[in-house]
């Protein structure tokens, strides 16, 4: 294949990747039509036929497939000692995808990051929103946000947060006429806000400890949620008990819009992590963004 066409061979990946010529399309920056002709001149020229196209989606054929696996990882490759060129200059360059909780998005990442982005004009910052366990090599993000205990050994992890403390909260309007729970087992007499982790695609048991005992409790409600900010908005109306970190709580416990339940069951988990390939090569714009973020006991 002629050189002039690799270009080609990105607009391939594209689609292959989001599974969708309009995506795609939006993507790259060009009409649907126009990537459509790319393609099929793509599969013309090799004599396979790469996506397989239905009136509701595409995917990649067995050949389209072995092209992406093979291919995609040398155009990274190329993309990141380009981006390494790019950062031989004065300052920071180039965009970081981060992928975390909105908690971690709304108390931490962006605080912090929002400081120093008028200092760096050519860095960029991409925040994904993601109660998931994503696979950040994978899903092609440069760092991801995790409990410490919850990164994997293979990757290069950095605190950014104190140890986070879980707690158990309602709203007086709620707790009023009903008995309080005294044992982790009275919770499934409660009605609770459940919080469904996409990965997994089930309900978080909620996690307590006490005297060196742990405990898993799987808790009933009206209401599920794939977020922790509608759950404490649902807490503060009185919709049900709340499991609930407790830097969000607390100015509503000391205001008294929310009471703490079982107490002395609440878990400390390892404080939050940013988190990245060991083997990434470190750009200025990656190093800026983990010395912005790492925890230093303030």
């Known amino acids: 294949m002629a050189r002039e066409n690799y270009s080609d061979l990105l607009a391939f990946m594209a689609v292959a990747r989001e599974r969708s010529f309009t995506r795609a399309a939006d993507q790259l920056g060009i009409s649907q039509s126009a990537l459509s002709h790319i393609i099929r001149n793509l599969e013309a020229r090799l004599g396979l036929r790469l996506l397989t196209r239905t009136t509701r989606s595409v995917s990649p054929t067995e050949a389209g497939e072995r092209l992406l696996r093979n291919v995609a990882p040398r155009f990274e490759e190329i993309d990141s000692e380009l981006a390494a060129l790019r950062e031989l200059r004065d300052k920071p360059s180039g965009t970081i995808r981060i992928t975390a909780t909105d908690q971690a998005i709304d108390t931490i990442l962006w605080p912090k990051l929002s400081k120093i982005l008028p200092d760096y004009p050519d860095l960029k910052i991409e925040f994904s929103s993601?109660?998931?366990?994503?696979?950040?090599?994978?899903?092609?993000?440069?760092?991801?946000?995790?409990?410490?205990?919850?990164?994997?050994?293979?990757?290069?992890?950095?605190?950014?947060?104190?140890?986070?403390?879980?707690?158990?909260?309602?709203?007086?309007?709620?707790?009023?006429?009903?008995?309080?729970?005294?044992?982790?087992?009275?919770?499934?007499?409660?009605?609770?806000?459940?919080?469904?982790?996409?990965?997994?695609?089930?309900?978080?048991?909620?996690?307590?400890?006490?005297?060196?005992?742990?405990?898993?409790?799987?808790?009933?409600?009206?209401?599920?949620?794939?977020?922790?900010?509608?759950?404490?908005?649902?807490?503060?109306?009185?919709?049900?008990?709340?499991?609930?970190?407790e830097e969000l709580v607390q100015p509503h416990v000391a205001a008294g819009r929310l009471l703490y339940v079982l107490q002395d069951w609440f878990p400390t988990f390892p404080g939050l992590h940013i988190f990245y390939p060991s083997r990434r090569q470190s750009s200025r714009a990656l190093a800026l963004v983990v010395d912005t973020l790492r925890y230093r006991g303030e």
């Open 130 to 245: 993601d109660y998931g366990l994503s696979d950040i090599v994978a899903d092609r993000f440069d760092m991801g946000v995790r409990l410490g205990d919850q990164v994997a050994k293979d990757m290069i992890a950095v605190r950014i947060a104190p140890d986070m403390r879980m707690t158990i909260v309602g709203s007086p309007a709620y707790l009023a006429g009903r008995p309080l729970p005294t044992t982790p087992q009275d919770l499934t007499r409660h009605t609770c806000l459940n919080l469904r982790l996409p990965t997994r695609g089930g309900l978080y048991a909620w996690e307590l400890q006490k005297d060196g005992r742990e405990y898993q409790v799987r808790v009933e409600g009206q209401v599920t949620f794939n977020g922790i900010y509608p759950i404490l908005d649902a807490a503060l109306a009185g919709f049900g008990l709340a499991y609930i970190p």
